[in-house]
């Protein structure tokens, strides 16, 4: 298959538009049953899937808060103005007041605001620590948003169930955003955060012995990426990395790309979108970082890989687990049928979410070994998808 170039992903970020999301949920439950996929990779001949691109009944709930909310495609919109757009945690939230009378978020046992010194500047830092004296494993987590949008805010959700469920602090970390900050920006402070945490873990009760990395989407792709420049870099590698619908390639041509390319909240013009404004060239495109599926990923620590059906990123994720295995890295990947992107920081109304972040924790734990003090998350977040 010919790889396309930066420059014609420039001209054409993908093969169709989107639509309203509730014109997109509607379509999805008109579907006439499973849609089948046959494989999609060499070493996944022979097997096909059946996929349930359906929603479930509490993801098209969302989606449907998140219609009301009115959001602008924001493939026609300035990065400033797409930053303005209303976000699936929005639409959680305003679920939460529907169902239930609002729900506060979280509560986690203390959250602290610092900065770390980045090549570009001061990176905002949030540090969420669960109840207990430690010292405690540490998580660095990075939120999504396609390195464009989204911030510490839009994604509380996710850091303040890891911290209880895994008795982890947790380090939920900013980054410089594109176009203003163009790659590598994103990346070169997503690993000056990882290095902070190394040497400064004792400063919030946290064990620099036992660092694990997390992101969603984008924030996965730097979490990755993380872990390859701490060994290129010569830095002690995390004990493990969570990759939530990873970001793994800039080439937009697999199966999910084709089948959700009309899905919502994540379409897959608006990943074409995210890719023009943070890359720059071929040469950002080729690098390992961004096209992690031509990557050398050895030498790497386990993974854990979660995706969603109804998401173009999903064929990506799983090749990114499979090219992990290959590569000699342990790998637990799990698909879930019947939601979209943004669906982990869910879990305050989709079940699905609410397995995820137990999987997740649990892989967590096993990894970073945490000695007392583990409480199970209790649903009641405010979003942060």
Known sequence: MERPTFDRLRRNPNLAFGIGIAATAAALLLLPGPVRRGSRRAGMAGRAALWPNRPTPQMLDVLQHLAELGPKPIEGLTAEEARRQ?????????????????????PVAGVEQRTVDGPGGPVPVRIYTPE???????????????????????YDATPRALANAV??????????????????????????????????????????????????????????????????????RPVHQLLVYPVASPRMDTASYRENAQAKPLNAEMMGWFLQKYLRSDADARDPRIDLLSADLSHLPPATVITAAIDPLRDEGE?????????????RHRDYAGVTH???????????????????????????MPTANVHEPRWSTAGGA
């Open 132 to 154: 207990g004296d430690g010292p405690f494993p540490v998580i660095v987590y990075w939120h999504g948003g396609g390195w464009v949008l989204a911030d510490l805010d839009t």
């Open 319 to 331: 090749m990114l687990a499979e090219r992990l295995r290959r590569h000699g890295v342990e790998v």
């Open 86 to 106: 209303p976000t699936p945690a929005d639409a959680v939230r305003r679920a939460l007041a529907v169902h239930k009378g609002g729900a506060a978020p979280e």
């Open 167 to 236: 008795g982890a602090v947790v380090v939920s970390a900013h980054y410089r955003q594109a176009p203003e900050h163009p790659f590598p920006a994103a990346h070169e402070d997503a690993f000056a955060v990882y290095r902070w945490v190394l040497a400064a873990a004792g400063t919030f009760r946290g064990d620099p012995g036992r660092v694990a990395v997390a992101g969603e989407s984008a924030g996965a792709n730097l979490a990755i990426g993380t872990a390859l420049m701490a060994r290129d870099r010569g830095v002690p």
């Open 342 to 368: 943004e669906f982990f920081g869910m879990a305050a109304l989709v079940d699905e979410a609410r397995h995820a972040q137990r999987l997740a924790a649990a892989r967590l734990r096993d990894a970073l």
